[in-house]
């Protein structure tokens, strides 16, 4: 039977590698589930402007459904929007989750409410091995943000890769390999999942609040020389 379901979206490591383990257990994405600002412009998750959540779909040649909302009626347009999916068939929520149980307990509620079974393929995974995994499976990831109180600006636009993680121990050990806690966020640009590459040609840096963003100017879509891909 076919296990058709949408991939909670944000553009990071977590959900693309939750999606990947979800494929290798017999999933079929049917679409990228990403909530975008009631101007269309941001992704709500980490706020990257929409259209590099675009650009990802793209690459990986994925539907993308991207759902407008405001912090004052986000859950229940996010019900609402599963529920639109359940009626195509999707049947199955893949979210990119590791250890935060609140935001369990809600995905659990919103699934439920419209009868959606959601899959947590990272859940209470040692966040060493899942970052480690990520790397290793040949996935590639650019920090986009980082909690200012915590992370400098010189931490964007690295490469989430063995270095990264060899350096942010030495820099802070309390700071979780994979940022489970919002410390940083990612962008995920090449890996199995994707037909193309993401190439970021150029980009600032700037502060919001108490964040530090990569502020994407522009990015294209490269060829794969080897075609690999899952």
Request: with cysteine; proline share 4%.
């Amino acid at each position: 039977m076919m296990k058709k379901t949408f991939v909670s979206w944000s553009g990071g490591k977590d959900c693309c590698q939750a999606a990947y383990k979800a494929v290798q257990q017999g999933f079929q994405i049917a679409c990228l589930l990403n909530m975008v600002t009631n101007d269309k412009r941001r992704s709500c998750s980490h706020g990257l402007p929409a259209r590099w959540i675009r650009l990802q779909a793209k690459a990986m040649e994925l539907p993308l459904v991207q759902q407008p909302t405001t912090s004052s009626n986000y859950e229940a347009i996010y019900s609402a929007s599963l529920a639109k999916l359940k009626s195509t068939g999707v049947n199955y929520g893949i979210f990119g989750d590791i250890d935060f149980e609140p935001h369990r307990e809600w995905i659990t509620r919103v699934c439920s409410s419209v009868n959606v079974m959601p899959v947590l393929p990272l859940w209470q995974e040692h966040q060493e091995d899942i970052a480690r995994a990520f790397i290793d499976q040949g996935f590639e990831a650019v920090v986009v943000a980082t909690r200012a109180d915590l992370m400098g600006a010189e931490w964007l636009g690295r490469k989430f890769d063995a270095a990264f993680l060899k350096e942010l121990s030495a820099y802070d050990d309390e700071i979780s390999p994979c940022g489970e806690a919002g410390e940083f966020h990612t962008l995920v640009v090449d890996g199995p999942l994707f037909k193309k590459r993401i190439e970021i040609r150029r980009a600032e840096k700037e502060k919001r609040n108490n964040h530090w963003f990569l502020k994407i100017a522009e990015c294209e879509l490269l060829e794969k020389p080897d075609g690999r891909r899952l």
